[in-house]
């Protein structure tokens, strides 16, 4: 494998104390840039800025410890264990962010006002001739969930609304149907109304604000017992495995945050099809890693700020997505 040792890369992301050790996605492509003798930096969205015309960062370099990285591959990590000094961080330095050859988005929601400002800060680093991976516009026009309705064709019947009225006219029509805020993750505030639900105007009032907020509204998909997959791409191409998320008992959710289990499954002919039709738009628009979420033969989501699932798959198929991703970047 060809090495650009000269390469520095910067990932944005969360405070390393709050990262789930064992499950974490941002970690294997960290250890997968530094397996090409890339230097690797880290820092939150706290610590960039702009002085005197340059976006500027308060970045420490990152080693991750030998032991951790198998504990890593095997998957041996137990539980919220962490290990004592599981990573090596250098001094905080302030500098330029154009000093960087790459630098990969990969801070977890909310999308608020600070990650929109932050990937005003990013596409001023990209105008200086850095990689921006996912390219700011597009992480800023891609709503998770709503970008998914550009795909009409493989959705399922769906609304976005705020008006009472239609999204009780919606679930009326539908009788089983799941109502989530545009800006949720993680399965957070996702309700699943049944026809005749009293409950159904306390729950539209809530989500949204009080007719104040847009939701989205779909069809009830039943496949959902089979699992909530997560398919991933990069460069608009698919790894041949998606991560089904299958719903804990009594549940209507898979998330994994939401107490789903994850079972590694190939790609079936659908899946393929929806990958086919999704992956030349997402290139296009410089999403260069993005999980999409299918359910039955449906498109659910489309996840562009920091998706997840890398380390299942990697584990279950003996992959390594991370250099996957490294590979196609070190490609440019």
């Not at 230097?39 to 610590?47: G, L, R």
């Not at 089983?176 to 409950?199: C, I, P, T």
């Not at 539209?204 to 039943?222: A, C, D, V």
Request: proline share 4%; aromatic share 6%; net charge negative.
């Amino acid at each position: 494998m060809t090495t650009d040792t000269n390469w520095r890369v910067l990932f944005v992301m969360d405070p390393l104390e709050s990262l789930a050790l064992k499950k974490d996605s941002t970690l294997a492509m960290i250890r997968a840039a530094a397996a090409r003798g890339w230097s690797v930096a880290v820092c939150e969205q706290q610590d960039l800025g702009l002085h005197a015309g340059e976006v500027r960062v308060h970045a420490r370099t990152i080693d991750l410890r030998e032991d951790f990285l198998a504990a890593l591959d095997v998957q041996v990590l137990n539980g919220d264990h962490r290990p004592a000094n599981w990573c090596t961080l250098g001094a905080s330095t302030h500098q330029n962010v154009a000093s960087f050859d790459v630098v990969l988005m990969r801070k977890d929601p909310p999308f608020d006002m600070e990650y929109i400002y932050s990937t005003y800060l990013l596409e001023r680093a990209e105008a200086a001739g850095v990689r921006v991976i996912n390219k700011p516009q597009s992480l800023r026009d891609c709503n998770e969930k709503f970008f998914a309705t550009a795909f009409a064709e493989v959705c399922p019947p769906l609304i976005v609304a705020r008006r009472m009225e239609d999204l009780t006219a919606f679930a009326k029509a539908e009788g089983n149907v799941v109502f989530k805020q545009l800006d949720g993750m993680g399965g957070k505030s996702v309700f699943r109304v049944l026809e005749g639900d009293a409950n159904l105007k306390v729950i539209l009032e809530t989500l949204t604000n009080g007719g104040q907020q847009q939701i989205m509204g779909q069809r009830y998909l039943p496949e959902i017992a089979d699992g909530d997959k997560r398919i991933l791409l990069i460069d608009g191409e698919p790894v041949p495995y998606a991560l089904a998320r299958i719903p804990a008992l009594g549940e209507a959710r898979g998330n994994l945050a939401a107490g789903g289990t994850g079972e590694g499954r190939p790609l079936t002919d659908r899946d393929q099809q929806i990958a086919a039709l999704v992956g030349p738009e997402l290139k296009r628009r410089g999403l260069r890693f993005v999980g999409i979420d299918v359910i039955g033969d449906y498109l659910t989501e489309v996840n562009v700020t920091c998706p997840t699932c890398i380390r299942e798959l990697d584990a279950q198929f003996s992959l390594d997505i991370g250099a996957m991703l490294m590979e196609r970047i070190a490609a440019d």
